[in-house]
């Protein structure tokens, strides 16, 4: 081990910072658990109410205090034998050894406090787990990023390397070149090509809850208020979704727009002599590495806003542990296509060499989605509503054609790409989705069929990875077939390493 990594020798606790963040972090846990109380003092100030909030109050802060100062005395981390090695636990001790070959992420994190101090914190994911595997709440930088780089360079030997003589021969971890930086401008762009329908089904379903909350508390007379305030019948549904949702969709832009801003500030996307790096962040600054044999499939993505401005999302997802593999992915928006070109070919550089033959998906799904999800549920709720009320309640019956819409528009753009080498499919309805697989990568394949699919001589084929599935739906069992043993052919006699 070399001199500057010495100190992980020997257990170390974590700075003390990590006191102040802690705590912070347990506050906030115990204040989302609170608020009725305070929302209901604040309605209703009476001198009980005060009474019990500051108890309560009193109680949490300093049975946080005791909590994490505990916590930072319990805590410990170090290296022995090839393994890192963490001892926690305050009413029960805990000791956890990870192998170095095992780990497959370490990411920086630093929220304002973390800034405000020059601490990180690290968390590491290994392979096998079905949770995070090692969060280490605050270090001092330097030693963050000498822990990291060790970790990295013991991890890519895939041995234990504990001697100064091997170390002094492991490739640095340094060399880095800028692929991409967001610029003001970017991410205003990003920002406004979000899924603002999604944000605005958010608010809405929080509204509903808060609504019951503001109605379990005030009964019948909370609504006979509004009515008097508004002269509005707040208690039909369809009314309330007419009123609320311009209004909501507004505010969903604008909360989009913000927490963009806030999330993506200042992104920087790198690639390292190792794989890629992305770093990016207001008050919570996230760094996120990948190296680059852990990184199972890409994909990237566009929509009608982002299409407007030539802008797409890439994902690069990692082999890592079942609870935390959409979190270690990384993810880069406002790529423009030269940039997705850079990543394609450090990803897969014999994409552009190879030749791939497409297909197209069978058109049947297209009669089967409508079924499912239009013409069942359509009839269903129409049904239903003249049942109860008498009325003609036809709006229902305005999902068949959309569905059916959906559905076309669907079937049109699903395409798949075989070769040699691997898979590309891209994939839609409003906006369009593009994967890129490389059968190395596949750990299994699997077929499956339904009733009517068995009918119709029809299945879907999922390409199961490291790092999730890729799947090609409604095709023909025998080519299903066939492109299965031609697959595990290919990954059984390739001798590349899948990570």
Known sequence: MSESTRFLETPNRQSVIAIIIILARFLKVVARQIWPLLVIMVINPTKSWFTIFYIVAIVAAAGSAIFSIWYYFKFYFYVKDGELIIEKGILEKTKLNIPFERIQTINFQQSILHQLFDVVGLEIDTAGSGKKELSITAVEKDKAELIRDYLIRQGATQTPVINDETSAELPAVKKEELLLKLSELDLLKVGVGQNHLRGAGLLFAALLGLWQFFEDIFGDKFLEDLYVMTGIQWENIGVV?????????????????????????????YKTDIGFKVVAGLFTRKEQSAKMQKIQKMSWTTSPLKKIFDLFDLKLSQAASSAVTRQQSIYVPGCYEPHIDSVRAEYFPE????????????????????????????????????????????????????????????????????????LRVEHGVIGKKFTLLKWYKVQSVRIRQGIYQRRKGLADIHFHTAAGTVYIPYIKVEDAYALKNFVLYKVETNRLKWM
């Open 351 to 422: 994409e552009k060499e190879i030749g791939f033959e497409s297909f197209k998906i069978d058109k049947r799904i297209v009669g089967r989605y409508l079924l499912y999800f239009g013409i069942a549920p359509g009839l269903g709720i129409f049904l239903l509503q003249l049942a109860w009320s008498g009325d003609f309640q036809w709006f229902w019956l305005i999902i068949i054609p959309v569905v059916w819409a959906a559905s076309t528009l669907y079937y049109e753009k699903w395409r798949y790409h075989v070769s040699e080498l691997g």
């Open 241 to 269: 979704f007419l009123i609320l949702a311009p209004i909501l969709l507004i505010i969903a832009f604008f909360i989009s727009l913000i927490t963009t801003v806030l999330r993506y500030f200042n992104l920087r996307f």
